[in-house]
């Protein structure tokens, strides 16, 4: 059974078809990659999968369940687990902090209860904490674990994201664009944590527009073109796929620049 299967997916706001009939199926263990232009549609398909908003037509099933419509923090406790294009941390927190933000998704009263901890919860707070240390050990963060999020190179605040996101426990994490604006040496070691966090059993969806890295690390591509799904396939077979290169390329260039 397929970790998560993209049954004929629609989505319209008003005139515009946005994801239009897209069908697909991730494998456990998988990193996952979705590309194309800009305005393809990738994200749409992102918040149709995590809950922002359902989809007009088709369903999500995820782990066996279909959980279109259901909400973001339901899905979440289900184990699916996104990030967004934007940075979007507590930057007056700590790095330590927003990784517990994270996990307080999944337990029990959201964010407000991790920042106005009833007494009764503090030991709990204190294996969080503990967990959240070895989340930061685990993507390389740890020598930043007392510094306020905005203090971070930005490169740092993408890596604090994917481990606010492992703080959920994913089985599945979603993330969109996590090296735009990352220089090279950033995006080499966001591949090698992406690796590492697949590598300890949790599948990846990947939207990204740096080709260099998705041929790199994902296993398997789909290719979204005005909302529609135009090629499906290891990067090899997308690489050389004539849709791919016409529509998303113009045909003009090679994908490892
Ligand atoms: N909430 C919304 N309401 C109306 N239109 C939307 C909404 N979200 C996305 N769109 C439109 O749907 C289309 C697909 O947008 P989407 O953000 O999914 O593209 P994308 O592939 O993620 O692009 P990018 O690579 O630039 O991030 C665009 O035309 C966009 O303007
Ligand atoms: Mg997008």
Do not use: C, W
């Given at each position: 059974?397929?970790?998560?299967?993209?049954?004929?997916?629609t989505?319209?706001?008003g005139?515009?078809?946005?994801?239009?009939?897209v069908?697909?199926?991730?494998?456990?263990?998988?990193?996952?990659?979705?590309?194309?232009?800009?305005?393809?549609g990738?994200?749409?398909?992102f918040?149709?999968?995590?809950?922002?908003?359902?989809?007009?037509?088709?369903?999500?099933?995820?782990?066996?369940?279909?959980?279109?419509?259901r909400?973001?923090?339901?899905?979440?406790?289900?184990?699916?687990?996104r990030?967004?294009?934007?940075?979007?941390?507590?930057?007056?927190?700590?790095?330590?902090?927003?990784?517990?933000v994270?996990?307080?998704?999944?337990?029990?009263?959201?964010?407000?209860?991790?920042?106005?901890?009833?007494?009764?919860?503090?030991?709990?707070?204190r294996?969080?904490?503990?967990?959240?240390?070895?989340?930061?050990?685990?993507?390389?963060?740890?020598h930043?674990?007392?510094?306020?999020?905005?203090?971070?190179?930005?490169?740092?605040?993408?890596?604090?994201?994917?481990?606010?996101?492992?703080?959920?426990?994913?089985?599945?994490?979603?993330?969109?664009?996590?090296?735009?604006?990352?220089?090279?040496?950033?995006?080499?070691?966001?591949?090698?944590?992406?690796?590492?966090?697949?590598?300890?059993?949790?599948?990846?969806?990947?939207?990204?527009?740096?080709?260099?890295?998705?041929?790199?690390?994902?296993?398997?591509?789909?290719?979204?073109?005005?909302?529609?799904?135009?090629?499906?396939?290891?990067?090899?077979?997308?690489?050389?796929?004539?849709?791919?290169?016409?529509?998303?390329?113009?045909?003009?260039?090679?994908y490892?620049?």
């Open positions: 059974m397929a970790m998560l299967a993209i049954q004929g997916i989505k319209r706001f005139g515009l078809v946005a994801n239009d009939d069908t697909f199926e991730v494998e456990k263990g998988q990193i996952f990659a979705v590309i194309g232009p800009n305005g393809a990738k994200t749409t398909l918040n149709m999968i995590a809950g922002t908003f359902p989809p007009s037509e088709g369903e999500v099933v995820f782990d066996g369940a279909a959980i279109s419509g909400p973001v923090a339901r899905i979440a406790q289900a184990g699916l687990v990030t967004y294009q934007l940075v979007q941390l507590f930057k007056a927190l700590t790095v330590a902090e927003n990784v517990m994270g996990f307080h998704r999944v337990t029990t009263g959201g964010v407000f209860s991790a920042l106005f901890r009833p007494p009764a919860i503090r030991r709990q707070e294996e969080i904490a503990a967990r959240a240390t070895e989340i930061l050990d685990f993507v390389g963060l740890s930043r674990a007392n510094v306020t999020a905005d203090l971070l190179p930005y490169g740092e605040q993408r890596l604090l994201e994917v481990a606010r996101a492992l703080a959920a426990s994913p089985k599945l994490l979603l993330l969109d664009e996590p090296a735009a604006g990352l220089n090279t040496e950033e995006t080499a070691e966001l591949a090698r944590v992406v690796r590492k966090v697949n590598e300890n059993g949790v599948t990846i969806m990947l939207i990204e527009h740096d080709m260099g890295l998705v041929m790199q690390i994902a296993h398997r591509i789909a290719v979204l073109d005005y909302g529609r799904k135009i090629a499906e396939g290891t990067p090899e077979e997308i690489r050389a796929h004539p849709d791919v290169i016409a529509a998303y390329l113009g045909g003009t260039e090679g490892d620049d």
